[in-house]
T-cell receptor, first 113, second 112 residues
Framework: AQSVTQPDIHITVSEGASLELRCNYS??????LFWYVQSPGQGLQLLLK??????LVQGIKGFEAEFKRSQSSFNLRKPSVHWSDAAEYFC???????????FGTGTSLTVIP | NAGVTQTPKFQVLKTGQSMTLQCAQD?????MSWYRQDPGMGLRLIHY???????DQGEVPNGYNVSRSTTEDFPLRLLSAAPSQTSVYFC???????????FGPGTRLTVT
Protein backbone atom coordinates (compact mmCIF):
# COMPACT_ATOMS: atom_id res chain seq x y z
CA ALA A 1 0.00 0.00 0.00
CA GLN A 2 1.08 3.54 -0.64
CA SER A 3 2.16 5.67 2.28
CA VAL A 4 3.68 9.02 3.04
CA THR A 5 5.96 9.67 6.01
CA GLN A 6 6.89 13.02 7.47
CA PRO A 7 9.39 12.15 10.17
CA ASP A 8 9.45 15.57 11.82
CA ILE A 9 6.34 16.37 13.83
CA HIS A 10 7.50 19.83 14.77
CA ILE A 11 10.36 22.08 13.61
CA THR A 12 11.47 25.45 14.97
CA VAL A 13 13.65 27.78 12.92
CA SER A 14 14.80 31.36 13.28
CA GLU A 15 13.51 33.95 10.87
CA GLY A 16 15.93 34.26 7.98
CA ALA A 17 17.31 30.75 8.42
CA SER A 18 16.99 28.04 5.80
CA LEU A 19 14.36 25.35 6.05
CA GLU A 20 14.08 21.75 4.95
CA LEU A 21 11.03 19.61 5.66
CA ARG A 22 11.37 15.90 5.00
CA CYS A 23 8.97 13.65 3.16
CA ASN A 24 9.37 10.00 2.23
CA TYR A 25 6.89 7.98 0.23
CA SER A 26 6.27 4.35 -0.48
CA UNK A 27 4.99 3.81 -4.00
CA UNK A 28 5.75 1.35 -6.76
CA UNK A 29 5.61 3.58 -9.82
CA UNK A 30 6.56 7.21 -10.38
CA UNK A 31 4.36 9.08 -7.97
CA UNK A 32 2.61 12.38 -8.31
CA LEU A 33 3.87 14.36 -5.31
CA PHE A 34 2.53 17.45 -3.59
CA TRP A 35 3.21 19.81 -0.74
CA TYR A 36 0.36 21.69 0.93
CA VAL A 37 0.43 24.40 3.59
CA GLN A 38 -2.21 25.09 6.19
CA SER A 39 -2.12 28.32 8.17
CA PRO A 40 -3.86 28.29 11.57
CA GLY A 41 -7.62 28.06 11.20
CA GLN A 42 -7.42 27.89 7.42
CA GLY A 43 -7.87 25.32 4.69
CA LEU A 44 -5.09 23.67 2.71
CA GLN A 45 -3.26 25.50 -0.04
CA LEU A 46 -1.13 23.83 -2.68
CA LEU A 47 2.52 24.94 -2.53
CA LEU A 48 3.93 22.86 -5.38
CA LYS A 49 3.64 19.59 -7.23
CA UNK A 50 5.80 17.11 -9.13
CA UNK A 51 4.51 14.96 -11.95
CA UNK A 52 7.54 14.31 -14.14
CA UNK A 53 10.54 16.01 -15.73
CA UNK A 54 12.88 18.29 -13.82
CA UNK A 55 13.26 16.86 -10.33
CA LEU A 56 13.60 20.31 -8.74
CA VAL A 57 10.25 22.05 -8.73
CA GLN A 58 9.46 25.61 -7.76
CA GLY A 59 6.35 26.60 -5.92
CA ILE A 60 4.64 29.60 -4.46
CA LYS A 61 5.98 31.73 -1.60
CA GLY A 62 9.61 30.96 -2.48
CA PHE A 63 9.40 27.22 -1.74
CA GLU A 64 11.01 24.48 -3.77
CA ALA A 65 11.14 20.70 -3.53
CA GLU A 66 13.41 18.05 -4.96
CA PHE A 67 12.28 14.60 -6.04
CA LYS A 68 14.89 11.93 -5.38
CA ARG A 69 13.77 8.58 -6.70
CA SER A 70 16.72 6.70 -5.17
CA GLN A 71 15.79 7.92 -1.70
CA SER A 72 11.99 7.91 -2.21
CA SER A 73 12.01 11.46 -0.95
CA PHE A 74 10.41 14.77 -1.83
CA ASN A 75 11.83 17.29 0.64
CA LEU A 76 10.57 20.84 0.81
CA ARG A 77 13.07 23.70 1.10
CA LYS A 78 13.15 27.44 1.51
CA PRO A 79 16.39 29.47 1.62
CA SER A 80 15.18 32.12 4.07
CA VAL A 81 12.14 31.65 6.27
CA HIS A 82 9.74 34.49 7.05
CA TRP A 83 7.59 34.73 10.17
CA SER A 84 4.51 34.29 7.97
CA ASP A 85 5.71 30.80 7.00
CA ALA A 86 4.69 29.47 10.42
CA ALA A 87 2.07 26.85 9.55
CA GLU A 88 1.42 23.13 9.17
CA TYR A 89 2.93 21.50 6.09
CA PHE A 90 1.62 18.34 4.51
CA CYS A 91 3.28 16.10 1.94
CA UNK A 92 0.93 14.04 -0.24
CA UNK A 93 1.03 11.49 -3.03
CA UNK A 94 -1.48 10.76 -5.77
CA UNK A 95 -1.83 7.15 -6.75
CA UNK A 96 -2.65 5.50 -10.04
CA UNK A 97 -3.34 2.22 -8.28
CA UNK A 98 -6.44 2.29 -6.16
CA UNK A 99 -8.53 5.38 -5.74
CA UNK A 100 -7.03 7.25 -2.83
CA UNK A 101 -4.89 10.29 -2.31
CA UNK A 102 -2.45 9.92 0.57
CA PHE A 103 -1.35 12.55 3.08
CA GLY A 104 1.48 12.52 5.57
CA THR A 105 0.70 13.42 9.17
CA GLY A 106 2.15 16.89 8.78
CA THR A 107 5.02 18.97 10.13
CA SER A 108 4.28 21.99 12.27
CA LEU A 109 6.68 24.89 11.66
CA THR A 110 7.37 27.55 14.28
CA VAL A 111 9.39 30.62 13.28
CA ILE A 112 11.14 32.56 16.03
CA PRO A 113 12.29 36.15 15.63
CA ASN B 1 -15.83 30.32 -10.06
CA ALA B 2 -16.36 29.52 -6.37
CA GLY B 3 -14.18 26.38 -6.24
CA VAL B 4 -15.11 24.07 -3.36
CA THR B 5 -17.67 25.37 -0.90
CA GLN B 6 -18.66 23.88 2.43
CA THR B 7 -21.51 24.69 4.77
CA PRO B 8 -21.81 25.29 7.63
CA LYS B 9 -18.49 26.74 8.83
CA PHE B 10 -19.24 25.90 12.45
CA GLN B 11 -21.69 23.50 14.07
CA VAL B 12 -22.43 22.31 17.58
CA LEU B 13 -24.40 19.10 18.01
CA LYS B 14 -25.61 17.12 20.97
CA THR B 15 -24.76 13.43 21.21
CA GLY B 16 -27.20 11.40 19.15
CA GLN B 17 -28.23 14.17 16.80
CA SER B 18 -27.82 13.79 13.07
CA MET B 19 -26.78 16.35 10.51
CA THR B 20 -25.45 16.77 6.99
CA LEU B 21 -22.32 18.65 6.03
CA GLN B 22 -22.68 20.11 2.58
CA CYS B 23 -19.97 20.21 -0.07
CA ALA B 24 -20.22 21.54 -3.60
CA GLN B 25 -17.74 22.21 -6.40
CA ASP B 26 -18.14 24.03 -9.68
CA UNK B 27 -15.04 22.73 -11.46
CA UNK B 28 -16.70 19.65 -12.98
CA UNK B 29 -14.40 17.38 -11.00
CA UNK B 30 -15.20 13.69 -10.94
CA UNK B 31 -13.26 12.90 -7.76
CA MET B 32 -14.50 14.19 -4.42
CA SER B 33 -13.55 13.25 -0.90
CA TRP B 34 -14.12 13.99 2.76
CA TYR B 35 -11.36 14.20 5.38
CA ARG B 36 -11.35 14.83 9.05
CA GLN B 37 -8.46 16.58 10.74
CA ASP B 38 -7.60 16.01 14.39
CA PRO B 39 -4.55 17.29 16.29
CA GLY B 40 -1.51 15.10 15.67
CA MET B 41 -3.42 12.83 13.27
CA GLY B 42 -3.09 14.74 10.02
CA LEU B 43 -5.86 14.30 7.47
CA ARG B 44 -7.77 11.05 7.51
CA LEU B 45 -9.96 10.02 4.61
CA ILE B 46 -13.57 9.29 5.52
CA HIS B 47 -15.27 8.59 2.17
CA TYR B 48 -14.58 9.36 -1.43
CA UNK B 49 -16.34 9.29 -4.78
CA UNK B 50 -14.93 8.76 -8.27
CA UNK B 51 -18.07 10.02 -9.98
CA UNK B 52 -21.82 10.47 -9.65
CA UNK B 53 -23.39 7.36 -8.18
CA UNK B 54 -20.07 5.86 -7.04
CA UNK B 55 -18.78 6.12 -3.49
CA ASP B 56 -16.39 4.13 -1.35
CA GLN B 57 -15.01 4.04 2.16
CA GLY B 58 -11.76 5.55 3.24
CA GLU B 59 -9.74 5.05 6.39
CA VAL B 60 -12.33 6.13 9.00
CA PRO B 61 -15.86 5.63 7.58
CA ASN B 62 -17.73 4.45 10.67
CA GLY B 63 -20.54 6.77 11.73
CA TYR B 64 -20.67 8.59 8.39
CA ASN B 65 -22.67 8.17 5.19
CA VAL B 66 -22.23 9.75 1.79
CA SER B 67 -24.03 9.83 -1.53
CA ARG B 68 -23.20 11.38 -4.88
CA SER B 69 -26.29 12.06 -6.95
CA THR B 70 -24.69 14.83 -9.01
CA THR B 71 -21.15 15.68 -10.09
CA GLU B 72 -21.29 18.93 -8.13
CA ASP B 73 -22.46 17.81 -4.68
CA PHE B 74 -21.04 15.39 -2.14
CA PRO B 75 -22.79 15.65 1.25
CA LEU B 76 -21.51 13.93 4.37
CA ARG B 77 -24.09 12.66 6.85
CA LEU B 78 -23.48 12.02 10.51
CA LEU B 79 -26.03 9.44 11.50
CA SER B 80 -25.89 9.73 15.30
CA ALA B 81 -23.27 12.20 16.46
CA ALA B 82 -20.73 11.15 19.09
CA PRO B 83 -18.12 13.24 20.95
CA SER B 84 -15.42 11.31 19.05
CA GLN B 85 -16.66 13.01 15.89
CA THR B 86 -15.63 16.42 17.16
CA SER B 87 -13.21 17.49 14.46
CA VAL B 88 -12.58 19.77 11.52
CA TYR B 89 -14.00 18.36 8.30
CA PHE B 90 -12.62 19.16 4.87
CA CYS B 91 -14.14 18.39 1.52
CA UNK B 92 -11.87 18.20 -1.54
CA UNK B 93 -12.28 17.69 -5.25
CA UNK B 94 -10.05 16.87 -8.20
CA UNK B 95 -10.09 15.42 -11.70
CA UNK B 96 -8.90 12.09 -10.31
CA UNK B 97 -7.25 10.84 -7.14
CA UNK B 98 -3.88 11.25 -8.83
CA UNK B 99 -3.96 15.03 -9.24
CA UNK B 100 -3.90 17.91 -6.78
CA UNK B 101 -6.88 18.09 -4.51
CA UNK B 102 -8.73 21.40 -4.15
CA PHE B 103 -9.97 21.95 -0.63
CA GLY B 104 -12.94 23.70 0.84
CA PRO B 105 -12.55 26.03 3.84
CA GLY B 106 -13.62 23.36 6.35
CA THR B 107 -16.38 22.80 8.88
CA ARG B 108 -15.54 22.86 12.57
CA LEU B 109 -17.87 20.42 14.34
CA THR B 110 -18.25 20.07 18.09
CA VAL B 111 -20.30 17.26 19.60
CA THR B 112 -21.22 17.66 23.26
Amino acid sequence: AQSVTQPDIHITVSEGASLELRCNYSYGATPYLFWYVQSPGQGLQLLLKYFSGDTLVQGIKGFEAEFKRSQSSFNLRKPSVHWSDAAEYFCAVGSNTGNQFYFGTGTSLTVIP
Amino acid sequence: NAGVTQTPKFQVLKTGQSMTLQCAQDMNHEYMSWYRQDPGMGLRLIHYSVGAGITDQGEVPNGYNVSRSTTEDFPLRLLSAAPSQTSVYFCASSYTNRYEQYFGPGTRLTVT
